[in-house]
């Protein structure tokens, strides 16, 4: 509950603030395991992920950690890990935008270091050919299912124009757009994202209803109309192509199927028993 209610009201606040949770879990997992070293500051001895390509200047959420710790600590000292709690935030900021509830297994315990060197080779690109995707995920004991269930977490939230302009105005080196992007996408992103290059922070919707945590990712891949790359490649490689359209008309399937899946990630390199620690401030160890 106190969890929720921390959830809830950072949500309120911010409605952003949903996908930026379920990205801080992802972000989590893929680098050496769910174990919160993505939270950890830099110190002297320790550069940590925070400040990594993938995650400087774009991933949020640490302070609604932050909060979730402090109270769950006057409450229940050193008994809920900061891993167990962004799992947890996670599942509440899918389930608070009309998402799937699934039960979170708990138990792990924190890391005692974080490693800036691994986030910038493990955390999947939205540059990256889809095969480099699915490797990067293979490494994790995710298959290619996972890959097209979990990027449809892509339902909910926004990227900056950084990550996809380069489809807009010169694709490869052509000096034209990406010529599979849907006519009236296109030129509602060229306004949103106009050349300058002062428009890279500028935020597009990741699909059409990007508040609400629902199917409407995948039609939007089947209409030429995935911001991403990295998505648009799922509706054209042979591999993921019938998952894609079986998850945009079986809405139901992906519902199901999505909740599955973050289990299984959020299992990926977990610390338990008497090893890591549960720290006291997410932001350092004990």
């Given at each position: 509950?106190?969890?929720?209610y921390?959830v809830?009201?950072?949500?309120q606040?911010?409605?952003r603030?949903?996908a930026?949770?379920?990205?801080?879990h992802?972000?989590?997992?893929?680098?050496?395991?769910?174990e919160?070293?993505?939270?950890?500051?830099?110190?002297t001895d320790?550069?940590?992920?925070?400040?990594?390509?993938p995650?400087n200047?774009?991933?949020?959420g640490?302070?609604?950690?932050d909060?979730?710790k402090?109270d769950?600590?006057r409450?229940?000292p050193?008994?809920?890990?900061?891993?167990d709690?962004v799992a947890l935030?996670?599942?509440d900021a899918v389930t608070m935008s009309g998402?799937?509830f699934w039960?979170v297994?708990?138990g792990?315990?924190?890391?005692?270091?974080?490693?800036e060197?691994?986030?910038?080779?493990?955390?999947p690109?939205?540059?990256?050919p889809l095969?480099?995707?699915?490797t990067?995920?293979?490494?994790?004991?995710?298959?290619?299912?996972?890959?097209?269930?979990?990027?449809?977490?892509h339902?909910?939230?926004?990227?900056?124009c950084?990550?996809?302009?380069?489809r807009?105005?010169d694709?490869?080196?052509s000096g034209?757009?990406?010529p599979?992007?849907d006519a009236?996408?296109l030129?509602n992103?060229?306004?949103?994202?106009?050349?300058?290059?002062?428009?890279n922070?500028?935020?597009?919707p990741?699909?059409?209803?990007n508040k609400?945590?629902?199917g409407?990712?995948?039609?939007a891949?089947?209409?030429?109309s995935?911001?991403l790359?990295?998505d648009?490649a799922?509706?054209?490689?042979?591999?993921?192509a019938p998952?894609?359209?079986?998850?945009?008309?079986?809405?139901d399937?992906f519902?199901n199927?999505?909740?599955?899946?973050?289990v299984?990630?959020?299992?990926v390199g977990?610390?338990?028993g008497?090893?890591?620690?549960?720290r006291?401030?997410?932001g350092?160890v004990?």
């Amino acid at each position: 509950m106190i969890v929720q209610y921390n959830v809830w009201n950072a949500i309120q606040n911010d409605p952003r603030m949903a996908a930026s949770l379920l990205r801080l879990h992802f972000h989590d997992c893929f680098v050496d395991g769910c174990e919160a070293s993505v939270l950890l500051d830099d110190t002297t001895d320790m550069k940590g992920e925070k400040h990594a390509g993938p995650n400087n200047n774009s991933l949020r959420g640490y302070e609604v950690i932050d909060a979730i710790k402090a109270d769950l600590e006057r409450f229940c000292p050193s008994t809920v890990s900061c891993a167990d709690i962004v799992a947890l935030a996670a599942r509440d900021a899918v389930t608070m935008s009309g998402g799937p509830f699934w039960a979170v297994p708990l138990g792990r315990r924190d890391g005692l270091t974080a490693r800036e060197k691994s986030a910038n080779e493990q955390l999947p690109s939205p540059f990256e050919p889809l095969d480099n995707i699915i490797t990067k995920f293979a490494s994790k004991g995710l298959d290619v299912k996972e890959v097209v269930v979990l990027s449809g977490g892509h339902t909910i939230g926004s990227a900056q124009c950084f990550t996809f302009k380069r489809r807009l105005f010169d694709f490869n080196g052509s000096g034209k757009p990406d010529p599979t992007l849907d006519a009236s996408f296109l030129t509602n992103l060229q306004t949103t994202c106009p050349k300058p290059d002062g428009s890279n922070s500028n935020l597009a919707p990741l699909d059409a209803t990007n508040k609400r945590f629902d199917g409407i990712y995948y039609s939007a891949l089947l209409n030429n109309s995935g911001l991403l790359e990295s998505d648009q490649a799922l509706a054209v490689d042979r591999r993921t192509a019938p998952m894609v359209y079986n998850y945009a008309n079986n809405p139901d399937s992906f519902w199901n199927d999505f909740g599955t899946s973050m289990v299984k990630m959020g299992s990926v390199g977990v610390i338990t028993g008497g090893n890591g620690q549960i720290r006291r401030k997410c932001g350092s160890v004990n």
